[in-house]
C-alpha cells in the first residue's frame, strides 16, 4: 500500500457523494455511468507504475468491466490492491450541534468477512472533525477515536488492513495553529484508542489530513508552513513503527496538494513512508474531460488520471516541480 514510488486512489465516493460530483459536471448520476467512469479510473493503462491500490465502493467492488471483468478482478491482475470504504457515512452527533460521528460499526465483521472473499485487502474508514467556535468537543474526538479503534480491530481480526482517517476539515475561518491544535489532539486521541484496542501499529495506515489554514481564513498557509506544521504533529503524535502516512486532499488544490507532499518529502525522511489517497485532486481534471464526452473522452481522461497519478507519485520522492507541471496534458 506504502511501496516507494506510490500512492493510493480514493475512488469510493458513496451514491450520496457521486450525485454531488456529477452534478457539478452535468452527468446523470446512473449506476451505469458511475461504472462507466470507474471503468475508465480502473483501465487506465500503466496506472499501476504511479498507485499501489484504490478504495472501493460498496456498489463499485461488485460492478464489472464492459466485457465482464469483476473490478477488483483486474485491478489485483494489474498489481493494484483493491480497497474498501467500510463507514457508513458520518451522522449528525447526538447533543452536539455541528458535530459529526461516523456510523457502521453494526453487522461489520460479517461485512469484513464478505469484503474480503471479494477480493479486499485493505479498508478505510473516515471520521470528520469540524473546527468552529467552540468545536471540536472532546466528545467529538473521543466517540470518533473509539469508533476509529473499534473498526481497526475488526479489520485485523479480519486479515484487513486498516486505514483509520480521522479528518480535521479544512471549511472554515481557523488559523493553521488552530488546525495544529486540534490535528494534535485529534491524533493523540486516535492512536491512544487504537493501543488501548490492541490494533497492531504496524499492520494500520493513518490517512492524515494537513494542517492549513481554514479555505475563508483570512491569511492563507504558503507551501513551507502546511509541509513544516504537518510534520511537527505527525512527529509528535503518530507511533514510529506506524506502517505508513498517506493524505487526503481534503478540498485543496489538484497542484497544491501534490506541493504539499512533494515539500514534505524533500524536508527529509520521517519513520513511515509519507504517500496520498486523494480523491478530488487526483480525480478533478478525470471527471471533468471525461463528463464532457462520456463516450469519446475516455482516452483523454485517463491521460489526466496518469499524469496526476505521475506528479504525485514524484511527490512522493520529493521530485515534483514547477518544471514538470507544465507538460500536463489538459
Ligand atoms: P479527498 O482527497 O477528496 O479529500 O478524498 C479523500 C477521501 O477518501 C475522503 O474520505
Given at each position: 500500500m506504502v511501496a516507494?514510488?506510490?500512492?493510493?486512489?480514493?475512488?469510493?465516493?458513496s451514491s450520496g457523494t457521486c450525485q454531488k460530483r456529477f452534478d457539478a459536471v452535468g452527468v446523470e448520476c446512473t449506476?451505469?455511468?458511475?461504472?462507466?467512469?470507474?471503468?475508465?479510473?480502473?483501465?487506465?493503462?500503466?496506472?499501476?507504475?504511479?498507485i499501489s491500490g484504490i478504495i472501493l465502493y460498496d456498489e463499485t467492488i461488485?460492478?464489472?468491466?464492459?466485457?465482464?471483468?469483476?473490478?477488483?478482478?483486474?485491478?489485483?491482475?494489474?498489481?493494484?490492491?483493491?480497497?474498501?470504504?467500510?463507514?457508513?457515512?458520518?451522522?449528525?452527533?447526538?447533543?452536539?450541534?455541528?458535530?459529526?460521528?461516523?456510523?457502521?460499526l453494526d453487522g461489520l465483521r460479517e461485512r469484513l468477512a464478505e469484503y474480503s472473499k471479494l477480493g479486499t485487502k485493505f479498508a478505510k474508514w473516515r471520521a470528520v472533525i469540524t473546527i468552529e467556535n467552540g468545536i471540536p468537543s472532546e466528545a467529538c474526538i473521543d466517540s470518533n477515536a473509539h469508533a476509529m479503534a473499534r473498526y481497526a480491530a475488526l479489520c485485523q481480526e479480519a486479515g484487513i488492513v486498516p486505514i483509520v482517517e480521522p479528518e480535521v476539515l479544512i471549511d472554515g475561518e481557523h488559523t493553521l495553529e488552530r488546525c495544529f491544535e486540534v490535528s494534535e489532539k485529534t491524533l493523540e486521541e486516535t492512536f491512544e484508542e487504537l493501543k488501548e484496542a490492541g490494533v497492531a501499529p504496524e499492520g494500520t495506515i493513518l490517512k492524515?489530513?494537513?494542517?492549513?489554514?481554514?479555505?475563508?481564513?483570512?491569511?492563507?498557509?504558503s507551501v513551507d508552513e502546511v509541509a513544516d506544521a504537518t510534520i511537527r504533529v505527525l512527529t509528535a503524535t503518530v507511533p514510529k513503527?506506524?506502517?505508513?502516512?498517506?493524505?487526503?486532499?481534503?478540498g485543496q488544490?489538484?497542484?497544491?496538494?501534490?506541493?504539499?507532499?512533494?515539500?514534505?518529502?524533500?524536508?527529509?525522511?520521517?519513520?513511515?513512508p509519507l504517500s496520498f489517497s486523494y480523491a478530488r485532486a487526483i480525480q478533478n481534471p478525470v471527471l471533468k474531460i471525461w463528463a464532457a464526452d462520456t463516450k469519446n473522452n475516455v482516452g483523454k481522461a485517463?491521460?489526466?488520471?496518469?499524469?496526476?497519478?505521475?506528479?504525485?507519485?514524484?511527490?512522493?520522492?520529493?521530485?515534483?516541480?514547477?518544471?514538470?507541471?507544465?507538460e500536463r496534458p489538459y
Open positions: 516507494p514510488g506510490k500512492g493510493i486512489i480514493a475512488a469510493d465516493e449506476e451505469e455511468n458511475r461504472r462507466q467512469y470507474r471503468q475508465t479510473i480502473f483501465t487506465a493503462e500503466g496506472l499501476e507504475q504511479y461488485r460492478q464489472k468491466t464492459d466485457s465482464g471483468v469483476p473490478f477488483p478482478e483486474l485491478l489485483a491482475k494489474k498489481g493494484i490492491l483493491p480497497g474498501i470504504k467500510v463507514d457508513a457515512g458520518a451522522k449528525e452527533l447526538a447533543l452536539h450541534p455541528g458535530e459529526k460521528i461516523t456510523e457502521g492524515a489530513s494537513m494542517v492549513i489554514a481554514g479555505k475563508k481564513a483570512a491569511k492563507q498557509s513503527d506506524l506502517a505508513g502516512v498517506v493524505f487526503l486532499s481534503g488544490g489538484d497542484e497544491q496538494a501534490t506541493a504539499h507532499l512533494n515539500k514534505m518529502n524533500q524536508m527529509g525522511k520521517y519513520a513511515w485517463q491521460a489526466a488520471l496518469l499524469f496526476r497519478s505521475k506528479m504525485n507519485a514524484l511527490a512522493t520522492q520529493g521530485k515534483y516541480s514547477d518544471e514538470i507541471e507544465k
